[in-house]
């Protein structure tokens, strides 16, 4: 007899908020993505994992954040349609200056991936950078973090704009803190 195949740790319904422990898959998870992409793209990109899925040990909601480097903004949109081959939907939430957001969700419709695509070194991904290394470096700012993450969760369990938000002061003090604005 076969083994069930284990779930992927991963997936929300849109608009809602819940956090899960931290899975130490998640790392792989988000590298064999950005890996699956760059041979999707044809192209040497740089390809991060950001967002509270690449903290280890911080609970996030369980969908992988990538971030897609390239060298000039015009660049972005030739990223469209090769992400859309690759099972990626253009988002609505191109509100976010210098990036291009896309979402990808499993059979049931539940998010499991999302990529933004921005300018390698311009300000949306040095500001990304910075703040999740700030949080890997620093178990008591990530212990912060957490804390208002969860607060927010039961505050905004349906409303994620209202939760993202939310934390823009804390991550607009950590990166004031550490000179990158």
Known sequence: ????????????????????????????????????????????????????????????????????????????????????????????????????????DDAGGLRTHQASVCVAGGRFWVEHLAFRDALRADAALAAAYLGLKLELAARFPTDRIAYSEAKSDFVAGVLHARDVE
């Open 1 to 104: 007899m076969t083994p069930a195949p284990v779930p992927l740790p991963l997936g929300l319904a849109r608009r809602t908020v819940r956090l899960v422990a931290h899975d130490p898959r998640w790392a792989a998870l988000a590298a064999a993505e950005g890996e699956r992409l760059r041979q999707a793209l044809g192209a040497p990109l740089a390809i991060e994992h950001i967002g509270s899925t690449a903290v280890p040990g911080l609970a996030a909601k369980p969908i992988i954040d990538l971030m897609i480097g390239v060298d000039a903004e015009a660049a972005r949109w030739s990223l469209v349609e090769p992400l859309q081959a690759a099972g990626y939907v253009h988002g609505d939430s191109d509100v976010v200056p210098g990036r291009l957001y896309f979402r990808r």
